[in-house]
């Protein structure tokens, strides 16, 4: 099973990186951005019985800082072969 793990500063965290990318944008004339904020995605093949609870743990243990972080998990549909 092919899953996907989107990684995101929660609401009111610092964000310099989305910061200087807005920044940049405005350089490049870019109108209408108010805001960006920048995350990180993690896409893992994991055996069809892995469970919902498994991949929870694996996010709060490893894969994102639940201090400042938040997540969300999207199973992806297989490709036909």
Avoid: W
């Avoid at 929870?56 to 199973?75: G, P, Q, S």
């Amino acid at each position: 099973m092919k899953v996907r793990i989107l990684v995101r500063l929660k609401p009111g965290v610092l964000d310099p990186q989305g910061r200087a990318v807005h920044h940049a944008l405005e350089g490049l004339g870019f109108d209408g951005v108010e805001d960006v904020r920048v995350g990180r995605m993690i896409e893992m093949d994991v055996a069809d019985d892995t469970s919902d609870e498994a991949l929870r743990t694996m996010c709060e243990k490893l894969l994102a800082n639940m201090v400042i972080e938040d997540f969300a998990i999207e199973k992806l549909e297989q490709e036909p072969a």
